[in-house]
Nanobody, 123 residues
Framework: QVQLVESGGGLVQPGGSLRLSCAAS????????IGWFRQAPGKEREGVSC???????YYADSVKGRFTVNRDNAKSMVDLQMNSLKPEDTAVYYC?????????????????WGQGTQVTVSS
């Protein structure tokens, strides 16, 4: 069955970096887009980034220039490199797939989700 597992979260000081990973199994990653979302306490889940089947990338305005998404189809992994982290980046981060080649915009369009990984940016 389709499974997504995030890793790499943790506590980091403002201005620091973290690299999140999403391990995919149960399907052939090569053919599908992977999205990254986050949800802070008391807030709705929001899109952070997405990488399409062919490597096109999309970023929320709030993370442009700071976050970079990459995929390694051979390893069935998608990474999210997060630099210059801010306290407002604190959230649980999720990877997800809609089993589509392109990147759907809305969380409701994604069928499969990981369990999430906590990112806390604090001094």
């Amino acid at each position: 069955q389709v499974q997504l597992v995030e890793s790499g979260g943790g506590l980091v000081q403002p201005g620091g970096s973290l690299r999140l990973s999403c391990a995919a199994s149960g399907f052939t990653l090569d053919y599908y887009a992977i999205g990254w979302f986050r949800q802070a306490p008391g807030k709705e889940r929001e899109g952070v980034s997405c990488i399409s089947r062919f490597g096109s990338t999309y970023y929320a305005d709030s993370v442009k220039g700071r976050f970079t998404v990459n995929r390694d189809n051979a390893k069935s992994m998608v990474d999210l490199q997060m630099n210059s982290l801010k306290p407002e980046d604190t959230a649980v981060y999720y990877c997800a797939t809609a089993l589509r080649a392109g990147c759907p915009r809305l969380p409701g369009e994604y069928s499969y989700w990981g369990q999430g990984t906590q990112v806390t940016v604090s001094s």
